[in-house]
Every structure is written in C-alpha cells, then in structure tokens.
C-alpha cells in the first residue's frame, strides 16, 4: 500500500524534526512570543511557551501534519516570486536568528522572509497560510491578522532593528458564502498588513488604510518573557491568557495539555507534577 509507505516516511520526518527540537530545548522561541500588560497574557498562552522551553511538546498525526504543509507550500511559493522579482536584490527564507541583547531573555526564532530592496531598503515578513474558511471570512469582515502574528513579527522587527514589516495571509482555495444572488466568492489571494513598531504602541495598517492600535508596547512583549522565566524560577505556572478579550474562542478548550491545567487549578497537582503529567502525556 502506497499510503503505508508514505505513514512510514512521516514517521522518520517526525524523528527528524524531534532531533532538531531536541537541540532547542532551554531557549524561548521567537514563534512562542506573547505580550504581558496590566497583569494578563495575549499571544501564545505562557505555559505553552514554558513547556516549549523544557522541551515539552505534542508530537502531531499525519493530518495536521498535512495542514501544515500548506503553510510550507505558501512560503516556497513566495520564496519563488520574491526571489524573481525585479524589485528584489535579496531575499532569505527562514532567516534565523538568536537574540540576546535586544530583551534580557535570549530566544531563537526565524523570520518567515528577510527582504533587500534594490534601492537599498529592507524589510521582514511573517507569513500565514488559511487552509479553511471560516478563519478566511473573519479576516475579510475583520480586516485584521490575528494579534499574535503582528507580535511575532513586531518581535523580529525590533530584534533585527527593522523598521519596515508585514503580515502576510494567502489562501488558495475557493470559498462561498451566502444564499443564491447574495453569494459572495473567495478567490485565491494575498493579504497584508503594514506593522509599525516606531511609536510608543505597535500598530498595523490595512491595505484599505484601516490603521488598528494594538495597544501594546514592545516592552511588553519582553516582560512576556521575563514572566516565562520568572514562572520556570519559581516553580509557578503564569495564568492562562486573557482569550476572551482578544479572541472570539477559548484556546484552552483546543489545547492538548488542558486536562493537567485544570486538574493544577484546581489546586489537585503541584508545579513537579504537572511537569511530570505533560512529560507523559507528550511521549
Ligand atoms: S489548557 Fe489553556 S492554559 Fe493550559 S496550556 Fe493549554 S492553552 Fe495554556
């Protein structure tokens, strides 16, 4: 059976890819990047970006496996056009980075696309990939990429000390919406977002020149960090992010490690034995 052959391939991928996360463990991630303010998380929820940083971390099935190869597919085919575009004299994908000066924090992320212009100018991307779409009709009614994209990349663009950024969506798939003459169609497309870091709070700009505050200062995305460690250090788990305030849905009720955070807010198991929980629960 060909598709055994290719179950047996994405296992090997899987051990690969395990390797290389191996070789991370003990550092943040610029990909698990949040913001603290006013005593509450936005972003990636703490303790995921905690148990990242022990090297704690959900093996994935072969279908998730798949939606995201479509995110992997959408950057090689903006790798392909950036790279042949007459405006572009370089371009790296995956850029990797280390920071260690910008925040007190070190972390290790990848800018999706670091850009020189012709003329000299510069530029960094994160892009994302829709593979359904319901995510696709809230970005178009909402005009907005989701907050922790614009943190992310506000979090390179100040590590990098760039001043130009974006936040990319593509999707290549077509999507209806609506009954008979009121349908409305969703062809393939690119979105973006211009993200400004150089004022007291980061904000984006919408190609229809929509400018949104996000109210969040790049201050507040190292104290993020420095709560992770401060967490690790004192054996504390930070609370849950403030979901409900900037998204429509509880990301808890998605999460894989949802049932040892109630069972250690409840009070049932300590800061050891949670750990100990998720590291059975990730094998
Ligand atoms: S269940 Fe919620 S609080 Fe716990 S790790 Fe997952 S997202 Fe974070």
Redesign the pocket.
């Known amino acids: 059976m060909i598709k055994e052959m290719l179950k047996k391939g994405f296992e090997v991928e899987q051990e690969e890819q395990a390797k290389e996360e191996a070789k991370k463990v003990g550092n943040l991630r610029g990909g698990s990047c949040g913001a603290y303010f006013n005593g509450m998380t936005v972003g990636t929820?703490?303790?995921?970006t905690l148990?990242r940083k022990l090297g704690f971390q959900k093996g994935i099935d072969q279908t998730t496996d798949m939606i995201f190869e479509a995110g992997r597919a959408n950057e090689e085919y903006l790798f392909r056009l950036f790279k042949k575009s007459p405006d572009v004299l370089f371009v790296a994908n995956d850029y990797p980075m280390i920071d260690n000066d910008t925040f007190d924090a070190t972390w290790s992320g990848r800018t999706d696309f670091y850009v020189r212009r012709k003329d000299g100018t510069e530029f960094v991307v994160e892009s994302k990939c829709m593979v359904s779409q319901w995510p696709l009709f809230k970005l178009v009614k909402e005009d907005k990429p989701k907050l922790i994209a614009v943190l992310q990349l506000a979090n390179y663009m100040n590590s990098l000390k760039m001043t130009e950024g974006y936040v990319i969506y593509s999707h290549y798939f077509i999507a209806e919406k609506g009954f008979k003459e009121k349908r409305v169609r969703y062809t393939p497309k690119i979105y973006e977002w211009k993200v400004d870091i150089s004022g007291d709070t980061i904000t984006y700009i919408s190609e229809s020149g929509v400018v949104t505050d996000t109210h969040i200062k790049l201050e507040h995305l190292k104290d993020y960090y420095d709560l992770i460690e401060q967490a690790e250090a004192d054996k504390l788990?930070p609370?849950?992010?403030a979901w409900q305030a900037f998204q429509s849905y509880?990301?808890?009720g998605?999460?894989?490690?949802?049932k040892?955070?109630?069972e250690?807010d409840s009070g049932a198991i300590d800061y050891n034995e949670f750990m100990k929980e998720i590291e059975l629960e990730c094998k």
């Open positions: 929820c703490p303790r995921v148990l788990l609370d849950p992010p509880d990301g808890c998605y999460c894989d490690f949802s040892q955070c109630e250690y």
